[in-house]
């Protein structure tokens, strides 16, 4: 599996920590940067993900910024993205399993390295459901 990964300053040890730990553990990342605590743009870094996302070069995204707000914000205006910022592992599994999520954001700046790892299993292992939740899904794009 490959995953498409970014960050901003605020979450640049945390993406090199996830990186890692689950590389360890087989999951291939397109690393799409920032990687140090000098002041980026984090919008640069969510639409580079999400382009990766949709093109099909990574099973799903994950975006790292200090409030994962940001970071949030900037993937949900492409269409086709579906981003839930989690900050619980049982977040991570709902945003999966209900709203069929295609990119999670992590708020690296309230959550531990170990937290962050551990939300990131729980979306892995999580599965869509369908059923109710095709339809409201459905009706989350404005087009």
Known sequence: MKVAIGCDHAGYELKDFLIESLTAEGIEF????????????????????????LAGKGAFGILICGSANGMTMTANKHEGIRCGLCWLPEIASLTKQHNNANVIALPARFITKEEGLEIVKAYMSAEYEGGRHQRRVDKIACS
Do not use: L, M, Q, R
Not at 30 to 53: L, Q, R
């Open 30 to 53: 397109k690393d799409h940067g920032t990687n140090g605590p000098a002041s980026v743009d984090y919008p640069d870094f969510g639409h580079a993900v999400c382009e990766d996302v």
